[in-house]
């Protein structure tokens, strides 16, 4: 047991954990740069118009976001 009181595991040794993050982020980042790289100024638009919305707007779009994020995982795993 590591003396510092973590999760054995979990910052070392847990290569397998690892590696499925970095895939994960590195789908997200080629996902991410589709749409601006194949519409530079359909984005551009879009993102002037959520400079218009109000901070609760955004929330609820962040919050629907996650959970489905949520959702998806759970139902693949």
């Known amino acids: 047991m590591l003396s510092t009181g973590m999760i054995p595991g979990f ?11 970095l895939v994960a ?11 601006p790289f194949l519409s530079p100024n359909s984005m551009r638009e879009v993102l002037l118009m959520l400079t218009q919305q109000d901070n609760r ?3 609820i779009s962040g919050l629907i976001s996650m959970a489905s994020g949520v959702i998806l995982l759970y139902l693949v795993n």
């Open 11 to 21: 910052f070392m040794g847990n290569s397998s954990m690892w590696h499925d993050l």
């Open 25 to 35: 982020l590195a789908l997200l980042l080629v996902i991410e740069g589709i749409w």
């Open 57 to 59: 707007s955004l929330r």
